[in-house]
Structures are given as C-alpha cells and as structure tokens.
C-alpha cells in the first residue's frame, strides 16, 4: 500500500549545497527503508520525496532539521487477514512461515487436530493422520492472522491454519 509520511531528519553540513534535496532523500532512504513503523507496517521503499521544507538550523552543531514530506510503499497485515506464505521453519511447537518480509509463528494448537509432528525421514514436518498432507520446510500454506505486536523493529505475527481452506 502506498502512505505519505512525514519524518523529521537532521542533516550534518556537508549535505548542504546544490544538491540538498538528492542528499535528504538518499539520508531519507538509508535511515527509513526496510524499517518497521507501528502504524504503517514495515517501509519498504521511499519513492517519492514531496517536500522538506527551509530547515531549521543548530547553532551550537551546525546541523540542520528537516520536517520531510515523502511517499513510501508499505506492508502491513491486518488482524484476520489471510496471507499466502512459505514456511521457513518447523519445530515440535509450531511452525514459521514468512510472507514476504513478515514472520508468522503457527502455534500446534492453532492448527488442525489431526496434524501431528513428526521427523520421519529425518525431515521435521507436521502430518495428518486422516488425510495425506504432509506441511515441511519450504511448504506454501495458506495462513490466517490471529494476532499481530509491534515492538521496537519488529512486528511479531501469530497466525492459524485450523480453519476450512487453510494450510
């Protein structure tokens, strides 16, 4: 999804010149992209700087700070989304599966009764006792989204597979 933003970015000296808007938009590039905001999701690339402003000068550093207007593309989940993913990892307690830049634990109560662990042939996966689905690394599953925490850089994700049409 595309948002606009606004950030305030402080710019040292030797960015001021002819080129002050490329240097704020590279600053702004390298400071936010591939971060994570609570409330937009994680920023995955800033397209477009819209305005910056005059800049409000330090006296005692020299630095300058800017109010930044810019365009970023953005993902984020929403609570009972459902996401297409790849799982990533497989242990005794659930699963991890990621769907592009975002992680999603599958806890083992939060999928259906009858997948059980297993590491036959020395592949850890989760298999069902009633019909032949086998989930392992690198399975593409359907997951719904249960539950979702932002924390400094970081959204933690819980999903399910126990519903009709998932997994």
Same mark, same amino acid.
Request: glycine fraction near 8%; charged fraction near 25%; aromatic fraction near 10%.
């Given at each position: 999804?595309?948002?606009?933003?606004?950030?305030?970015?402080?710019?040292?000296?030797?960015?001021?010149? *002819?080129? @002050? !808007?490329?240097?704020?938009?590279?600053?702004? *590039?390298?400071? %936010?992209?591939?971060?994570?905001?609570?409330?937009?999701?994680?920023?995955?690339?800033? %397209?477009?700087?819209? +305005? %910056? =402003?005059?800049?409000?000068? +330090?006296?005692?550093? =020299?630095?300058?700070?800017?109010?930044?207007?810019?365009?970023?593309?953005?993902? *984020?989940?929403?609570?009972?989304?459902?996401?297409?993913?790849?799982?990533?990892? #497989?242990?005794?307690?659930?699963?991890?599966?990621?769907?592009?830049?975002?992680?999603?634990?599958?806890?083992?109560?939060?999928?259906?009764?009858? @997948?059980? %662990?297993?590491?036959?042939?020395?592949?850890?996966?989760?298999?069902?006792?009633?019909?032949?689905?086998?989930?392992?690394?690198?399975?593409?599953?359907?997951? *719904?989204?249960?539950?979702?925490? !932002? !924390? !400094?850089?970081?959204? #933690?994700?819980?999903?399910?597979?126990?519903?009709?049409?998932?997994?």
């Amino acid at each position: 999804m595309q948002v606009s933003r606004e950030s305030t970015l402080t710019l040292s000296p030797k960015y001021f010149g *002819k080129n @002050l !808007a490329k240097s704020i938009e590279r600053e702004l *590039k390298r400071r %936010y992209e591939g971060t994570i905001d609570a409330k937009y999701g994680f920023i995955i690339h800033i %397209y477009q700087l819209l +305005d %910056y =402003g005059q800049g409000k000068l +330090d006296p005692d550093t =020299g630095d300058a700070e800017f109010n930044v207007k810019y365009d970023a593309i953005v993902f *984020k989940v929403f609570r009972h989304e459902i996401v297409p993913c790849r799982v990533s990892q #497989v242990t005794p307690n659930g699963l991890f599966a990621t769907a592009g830049t975002l992680e999603i634990f599958i806890s083992e109560k939060l999928m259906p009764s009858d @997948l059980q %662990y297993s590491t036959l042939n020395g592949v850890p996966s989760f298999v069902s006792t009633e019909e032949e689905v086998t989930i392992k690394q690198n399975s593409e599953i359907r997951v *719904k989204i249960v539950g979702i925490r !932002a !924390a !400094a850089q970081q959204i #933690v994700v819980i999903g399910t597979i126990k519903e009709d049409f998932l997994g």
